[in-house]
């Protein structure tokens, strides 16, 4: 589960942005027994997709960079 902080950080957003999805209802939450705000995260990905992996290698971003129109070598 994540909190407010940990959902933000995880979708490259801010708290605010989280909790502006979450007073909207695009969000549902829990809270847990001290009173913080819980997230599911399948809930949190529905909405909004998770940063990109740390993982990916410099060979495939510059595959994916050669890829975009805007960015192919002339």
């Known amino acids: 589960m994540y909190t407010i902080a940990t959902a933000a950080a995880a979708i490259g957003r801010n708290k605010t942005a ?3 999805a979450i ?7 829990a809270k ?3 009173g913080e705000w819980q ?3 399948t809930e949190l990905h529905r909405i909004y997709p998770p940063l990109r992996s740390a993982s990916m290698q410099d060979s495939d971003m ?3 960079l050669h890829q975009s129109p805007l960015l192919t070598p002339v």
Do not use: M
């Open 18 to 20: 989280i909790l502006r």
């Open 23 to 29: 007073k909207a209802g695009k969000i549902s939450v």
């Open 62 to 64: 510059q595959l994916r």
């Open 39 to 41: 997230i599911d995260p």
């Open 32 to 34: 847990d027994q001290n």
